[in-house]
Nanobody, 124 residues
Framework: VQLQASGGGMVQAGGSLRLSCATTRRTFNAYSMGWFRQAPEKGREFVSAISWSGGTTHFADSVKGRFTISRDNAKNTVYLEMNSLKPEDTAVYYC??????????????????WGQGTLVIVSS
């Protein structure tokens, strides 16, 4: 499975970015998708997840109310809309394919395939 994240860049605090992740997985619409991030010298952190149909979403407390996750199953793509960005959102963002149709709250363990990351830098 190939996952390609894009949309990262540099933005000032308070700004917005939209990340995209396209996959070659044929059964994309049968699996949940997620976004994680890793800041310099820190471990990987769960950001958000979305169920196979897009009907259920989950967010880390640190991004709740600022980030939105969505998916387009016709395009095999998942999106992460990031608003009101803060310097602490600076990280490499990765997308991942779930092991099943729903995210179960088990962070990394609920995902099986990971893509190349895209760097987001938020300046103060």
């Amino acid at each position: 499975v190939q996952l390609q994240a894009s949309g990262g860049g540099m933005v000032q605090a308070g700004g917005s970015l939209r990340l995209s992740c396209a996959t070659t997985r044929r059964t994309f619409n049968a699996y949940s998708m997620g976004w994680f991030r890793q800041a310099p010298e820190k471990g990987r952190e769960f950001v958000s997840a979305i169920s196979w149909s897009g009907g259920t979403t989950h967010f880390a407390d640190s991004v709740k109310g600022r980030f939105t996750i969505s998916r387009d199953n016709a395009k095999n793509t998942v999106y992460l809309e990031m608003n009101s960005l803060k310097p602490e959102d600076t990280a490499v963002y990765y997308c991942a394919v779930g092991r099943g149709p729903f995210y179960k709250g088990n962070y990394d363990a609920d995902f099986s395939s990971w893509g190349q990351g895209t760097l987001v830098i938020v300046s103060s």
